[in-house]
Every structure is written in structure tokens, then in C-alpha cells.
């Protein structure tokens, strides 16, 4: 599975960002996704995670009604969508998928990287 990020820049806070991911390779319906982010001196986080059909979701806390993860499997696309986002989202995102129909949390649990893509919110 080839994974192509992209949609990243520089907003400021409390602006509005799309990621988008395109995979190729595999069939992308049997495929759960999530998308992580990784600031300078932090761990890899998960921040949204979507199963294979797009009928169930994962937020970490810190970007719940913030930041929505969505899916078109007609396009083989992943998207986050990311609302009111402020400095401490800065980071590198990253889309990642795993060759089952349910999703995780976990990076270690994720077979398929894309390349990344920095978001930079400045204050």
C-alpha cells in the first residue's frame, strides 16, 4: 500500500486546514486508517482513526470536535478535516493504514505510512 499525504501549511490559529490521503495498492475497503501527528519532542499520537467503512471513529481528547476524520472509498481517500486549530497542533501528520476492518490507536499497529505533512499554526 502506497500512501500519498498532503494538505498541509501554515494557518493561523483558530483557521480551518484539510489533509487529504491517497492510497494505492490494495483494495482501500479493507483497509481501517488513522492519521497521527508527531510534534518536535513528543511521541507519534494518534489523532483520529476510522474503520474500514467509515461507520466508526476515534478522537483523541485533545482534538474532539475539533478535527473530523472521514473516508470516500469510491476515491481511496482519507481526509481530516481540522477546525479551530491552534499552536499546539502544530505538528507533522502523518496518514497511516492497517490491513484490518477495525481501527486502532496505536501506531505500532499500522502497517502502511505515508510520507508526512506539516501543519504549522501560528498564534
Known amino acids: 500500500v502506497q500512501l500519498q499525504a498532503s494538505g498541509g501549511g501554515l494557518v493561523q490559529a483558530g483557521g480551518s486546514l484539510r489533509l487529504s490521503c491517497a492510497a494505492s495498492g490494495r483494495t482501500f475497503g479493507s483497509l481501517a486508517l488513522g492519521w497521527f501527528r508527531q510534534a518536535p519532542g513528543k511521541e507519534r499520537e494518534c489523532v483520529g482513526a476510522?474503520?474500514?467503512?467509515?461507520?466508526?471513529?476515534y478522537y483523541v481528547d485533545s482534538v474532539k470536535g475539533r478535527f473530523t476524520i472521514s473516508r470516500d472509498n469510491a476515491k481511496n481517500t482519507v481526509y481530516l478535516q481540522m477546525s479551530s486549530l491552534k499552536p499546539e497542533d502544530t505538528a507533522v501528520y502523518y496518514c497511516a493504514a492497517r490491513p484490518r476492518f477495525g481501527y486502532s490507536a496505536y501506531a505500532h499497529e499500522y502497517n502502511y505510512w505515508g510520507q508526512g505533512t506539516l501543519v504549522t499554526v501560528s498564534s
Open positions: 476510522v474503520n474500514w467503512s467509515g461507520g466508526s471513529t
